[in-house]
């Protein structure tokens, strides 16, 4: 497997009672795979994905991406690895608004000068269909154009795994349904592993393999 959870669990300490938010949850992913999870707010979705995604630290358990065990890796580690090998969508965007889009997306690549970061930025921007929008400001758009900007932010680095929290959740359904397509078409080109949180069953049509969530458990795997 590309992606490999092995009893991950997640447990937070609260002022009363001790919260298991994820109980011993084991999933597989393939290279180059769509997959999502699915079910309730507080099911533990977002949880799980930022613990595969090194954002969030597992209680017990480990994740392996493509042959790397996260479990032993330090804070500098963690942050090296997220950089060089993992994308992130987020439903709010995350955008920086006093940025354009082009700078926005400019800042992954953090590691270049600014004469070399210019043909793969603009380059990237045409991949999402925002060519003109390049000294557009994130509230001089439209929420999908927003998504947008935060897609090629994900992918100008070209990620090994994109990880996707409920990217259409603030979306109608005509611009969101362009986002998943537009999603579905980069993981044919770049052979992209994309793990969804969603409550979106249109996911669930680009999806190979969609896991249920109910109470911090996988309940169902299909």
Not at 129 to 149: A, D
Not at 177 to 185: E, F, G, P
Not at 206 to 215: C, N
């Amino acid at each position: 497997m590309f992606i490999e959870t092995q009893n991950i669990k997640k447990i937070y300490n609260t002022k009363t009672v001790p919260f298991e938010a994820l109980s011993n949850i084991n999933i597989g992913l393939s290279k180059s795979s769509i997959n999502a999870l699915i079910g309730a707010s507080g099911s533990g979705k977002t949880t799980l994905l930022n613990i595969i995604g090194a954002l969030d630290e597992a209680t017990e358990g480990n994740v392996i991406i493509d042959g790397e065990s996260l479990k032993d890796k330090n804070s500098d580690e963690l942050a090296k690895f997220r950089r060089d090998n993992l994308g992130f969508i987020f439903q709010s965007y995350n955008l920086i608004p006093v940025l354009t889009a082009y700078e926005n997306i400019a800042l992954a690549l953090f590691d270049m000068s600014e004469n070399d970061k210019k043909e793969p930025v603009m380059k990237m921007l045409e991949m999402v269909g925002l060519e003109g929008k390049e000294k557009s400001y994130p509230n001089e758009m439209s929420g999908g154009q927003q998504q947008r900007v935060s897609i090629a932010r994900a992918l100008i680095k070209k990620p090994k795994l994109l990880l996707a929290d409920e990217p259409t959740a603030n979306l109608d359904s005509v611009t969101g349904k362009q986002i998943l397509d537009l999603i579905a078409q980069i993981n044919k080109k770049d052979d992209i592993t994309v793990l969804f949180s969603t409550h979106d069953e249109r996911v669930m049509d680009i999806s190979s393999k969609i896991f249920t969530m109910e109470d911090g458990k996988i309940i169902k795997e299909v």
